[in-house]
């Protein structure tokens, strides 16, 4: 069973109530239910977005520019449809979840709570939010730096059940705050914790209620992702210095290989693939490795393929495209590489581009870099061809873009800007 799949039965619930919908207004005759970028990495969790109408070059400007308006401090991506966006940010000691107007960035409503952070955790890049909020049918699940998860309903911003990770679960708060995004699995969802208790819970949608809590492990910063290895779900994240496969069903521990640099944070979610081959990597000497899983009985197997300590990621992400995974890599001078995912060889790398946040649609790559620059452009084998490329700000720019049909949400610490990538008249004609 694939990625793709694993996706679609997590997210059947989701796709029926919009069928339903459309059923009830239209009669016998059905629409396609519009687009949505529901969690971490959008529709498929993989950064891979099914659509076909984008325009191939940009004017010197850039791409036409809908809306922007100022947002407060925090890195949390947008999750929602073609009519409502939903992220975070901080206001002074509150976090706030807010739902916006997609089509104007105007706010719908606000739910604001105080989260003050621990003693302990830095101040240095900024104290969130930092995880990417999960929508699933009405509801919209978030988890804040301090680690105060909310479940509020989507159409009014009020609660519907909450969790303190750390005073609940006995977690324990991380140094740059809790950033992993919860994952819908089937009836429920589950949620990196960390802490003497467990490494992960998993909980009904309904009203918050354990299902089930895995052994205990510490966790790090990167986003769980959902495998499917050989018939078996697997819930993969990482801790300081391993990644781990869970039990998707019941939190049972299945596997875990060492991935350690040496500030012990793994910020960078895995990568999987149909050939059963999943991409880890960290920062530093930690470098990257490929590790080759296998399933029989219930019992995983692990072998790792190659290790490349030069290729080096840190808190941005690497989409895979056939044989090969672009992203930056380096640590003070990095460089857009695409590395042959079954080797660990760089097909080719290009200069001018920091820490890269990359989407892929329409068979093109969008990147927005870790300065500003947002770029449109063309791999083939490991190899990338630029099309496009403009500065849309001078300011750091760690969040990942959105892109729900040809629009692209993209937002730095203090502002957020929504972006028209189709294709115009003059693209069609020529």
Request: with cysteine; glycine share 10%; proline share 6%.
């Amino acid at each position: 069973m694939s990625i793709r799949e694993v996706s679609r039965r997590m997210f059947t619930s989701i796709n029926a109530i919009a069928l339903l919908g459309v059923t009830m207004t239209a009669g016998p005759s059905l629409a396609a239910p519009p687009p949505t970028w529901s969690q971490w990495g959008g529709p498929t969790g993989d950064f891979k977005v099914d659509v076909t109408d984008l325009a191939n070059k940009w004017p010197t400007s850039g791409p036409l520019r809908l809306w922007t308006r100022p947002l407060g401090d925090g890195y949390s991506p947008f999750v929602g449809d073609s009519s409502h966006l939903y992220t975070m940010y901080r206001d002074g000691a509150e976090e706030v979840v807010v739902a916006l107007q997609a089509d104007t960035g105007k706010t719908v409503w606000e739910h604001r709570y105080r989260a003050t952070p621990d003693p302990s955790q830095s101040k240095a890049y900024g104290q969130g939010p930092n995880g990417s909020p999960l929508i699933d049918g009405q509801r919209v699940y978030t988890v804040g730096f301090t680690g105060q998860m909310y479940c509020l309903d989507r159409t009014n911003g009020k609660p519907i059940w909450s969790h303190d990770l750390v005073k609940d679960f006995n977690s324990k708060p991380l140094y740059y705050g809790f950033a992993s995004s919860p994952v819908l699995y089937r009836d429920t969802v589950i949620v990196p914790v960390g802490g003497s208790r467990y490494g992960a819970v998993a909980l009904k949608p309904q009203d918050g209620t354990m299902v089930w809590g895995s052994k205990p492990y510490d966790i790090s910063y990167a986003a769980p992702v959902l495998i499917n290895v050989d018939g078996q779900d697997q819930f993969v994240f990482f801790s300081p210095d391993k990644v781990i496969g869970l039990g998707a069903k019941d939190g049972s521990s299945l596997w875990s290989h060492p991935v350690v640099n040496f500030c012990k944070t793994n910020c960078t979610s895995v990568i999987w693939g149909e050939d059963n081959l999943l991409w880890a990597a960290t920062k530093g000497v930690g470098g990257t490795r490929v590790l080759k899983l296998a399933q029989k009985g219930g019992k995983t197997s692990v072998e790792e393929v190659w290790l490349k300590r030069k290729v080096r990621l840190y808190h941005w992400n690497a989409v895979r495209l056939g044989d090969y995974v672009y992203t930056a890599i380096g640590d003070s001078r990095k460089r857009l590489s695409g590395i042959n995912v079954k080797t660990g060889e760089t097909a080719s790398s290009l200069e001018g581009f920091d820490g890269t946040n990359t989407i892929v649609a329409d068979g093109k790559l969008i990147i927005l870099d870790h300065t500003g620059k947002l770029a449109l452009m063309e791999p083939s084998d490991g190899k990338l061809t630029l099309l496009s490329s403009v500065q849309l700000w001078d300011s750091v720019s760690w969040t990942p873009p959105t892109l729900i049909g040809t629009k692209l949400y993209v937002r730095d610490r203090n502002q957020i800007m929504a972006l028209e990538l189709a294709k115009t008249k003059e693209d069609i004609s020529s």
